[in-house]
């Protein structure tokens, strides 16, 4: 797997769960920001984005998710994501989805 680089961005919203998000992970190994057609998870719910521009992220269509999901890097990052929604709900109980 390749280096994970992190980039700061300004605020956009999960259209899913409504979590505020400022930053986005390229694990592909490019060395810059999100492009247009980029997919993009939620921290907090992991679902699946595209970013329409750099700064604004809508809703995946059921294609986009069925490919998305074909990707390794997409289905480890979704598993990360649920242990981490997982040791909240230990810590936290029900108050985080």
Known sequence: MGEWR???LTSYI?????KKLDACTQADGKDH????GDVSLCIN?????VFID???VRQATDKEQR??????????ARQ???RMREQRR???GNQHP
């Open 45 to 49: 719910c992991a679902g699946i984005m």
């Open 6 to 8: 992190a980039f700061f």
């Open 80 to 82: 990360i994501i649920e």
């Open 33 to 36: 920001g999100p492009e247009e």
């Open 14 to 18: 999960c259209p899913y769960c409504g």
């Open 90 to 92: 230990k810590r936290h």
């Open 54 to 56: 750099r700064f604004t």
């Open 67 to 76: 490919k998305a999901l074909e990707d390794k890097s997409v289905q480890r």
